[in-house]
């Protein structure tokens, strides 16, 4: 499975590369090979966790390794949906880069199968980790998203409806986030109070969550009742990704706490 998971981070890098120079140099050929790479890879990964899973005996999410390959899988999934539903294929150079840095990331964890933790043995844990990885994926393509509108606002024949388009998947992409945050924060604490007797116990893997759920309801909140968007709310897109980030990883790093596993 080690060489598995290597090979894939080399096809999101590839794919990345190619679908960086395809942006550039205005080539379709590069791009349409970038997305069949980056398909390839998708496809992969989908194996790998399975496998990881099937060999765990349990869902592959268990650790902070298995956190960031499912991560790292959720962005690529949705990159999938919203090229598909959405035809956001503008949203590709934004995202596969996304995808292998936090597929990068799981490379420096450890990747040994461990024992499942007696306090993750619920019936909870896969709504609850499974909502976080939704939730995460969500907010990095809407820091994508309007990465790529800051880039494009600035140019003189750049389409005004194409603008609106990124606008509205962004704030789209972010009521979605938003929604499954709270059902990560809610299911937690249910959680919580089955395996600790407590429904919160500021644990900073807590506070941070909460941080975050309050950032983006403040996003929404502008949103909705100030009709705000677009260039201030493209930026305030980007600026909420590093705290989305440190909730991700930075927690665990420089606060060890309840949550310290994953």
Same mark, same amino acid.
């Given at each position: 499975m080690n060489a598995l998971f290597f090979g894939i981070l080399i096809v999101y890098f590839a794919a990345s590369v190619l679908q960086f120079a395809a942006s550039v140099f205005k080539r379709e050929a590069l791009g349409r090979l970038a997305w069949a790479l980056f398909l390839a890879g998708l496809a992969a990964h989908t194996v790998f966790l399975v496998l990881r899973g099937l060999a765990a005996h349990r869902l592959p999410l268990s650790n902070q390794f298995e956190f960031s390959a499912a991560f790292s899988w959720g962005i690529s999934v949705m990159l999938c949906v919203a090229r598909l539903r959405y035809r956001a294929e503008w949203l590709s150079v934004a995202v596969m880069p996304m995808a292998f840095l936090v597929l990068s990331y799981a490379a420096l964890q450890p990747m040994e199968i461990t024992e499942l933790m007696p306090a993750l043995r619920s019936s909870w844990f896969a709504f609850h980790i499974g909502s976080a990885v939704f939730s995460y994926s969500s907010f990095m393509l809407a820091g994508g998203a309007g990465l790529r509108y800051v880039v494009l606002s600035g140019r003189q024949d750049t389409d005004e409806l194409k603008l609106h388009q990124m606008d509205y998947l962004a704030y789209r992409l972010i009521a979605l986030g938003?929604?499954?945050?709270?059902?990560?924060?809610?299911?937690?604490?249910?959680?919580?109070?089955?395996?600790?007797?407590?429904?919160?116990?500021?644990?900073?893997?807590?506070?941070?969550?909460?941080?975050?759920?309050?950032? +983006? /309801?403040?996003?929404?909140?502008?949103?909705?009742?100030?009709?705000?968007? !677009? #260039?201030? *709310?493209?930026? +305030? /897109?980007?600026?909420?990704?590093?705290?989305?980030?440190?909730?991700?990883? !930075? #927690?665990? *790093?420089?606060?060890?706490?309840?949550?310290?596993?994953?």
């Open positions: 938003f929604l499954l945050l709270t059902v990560t924060i809610l299911t937690g604490a249910i959680w919580a109070e089955q395996a600790w007797s407590s429904f919160w116990t500021w644990d900073p893997k807590e506070v941070w969550a909460l941080i975050t759920w309050i950032l +983006y /309801a403040v996003y929404l909140h502008l949103r909705l009742r100030a009709k705000r968007s !677009g #260039v201030k *709310m493209a930026w +305030y /897109a980007i600026i909420a990704v590093p705290v989305v980030l440190f909730t991700f990883a !930075g #927690v665990n *790093m420089l606060m060890p706490g309840l949550h310290s596993y994953g």
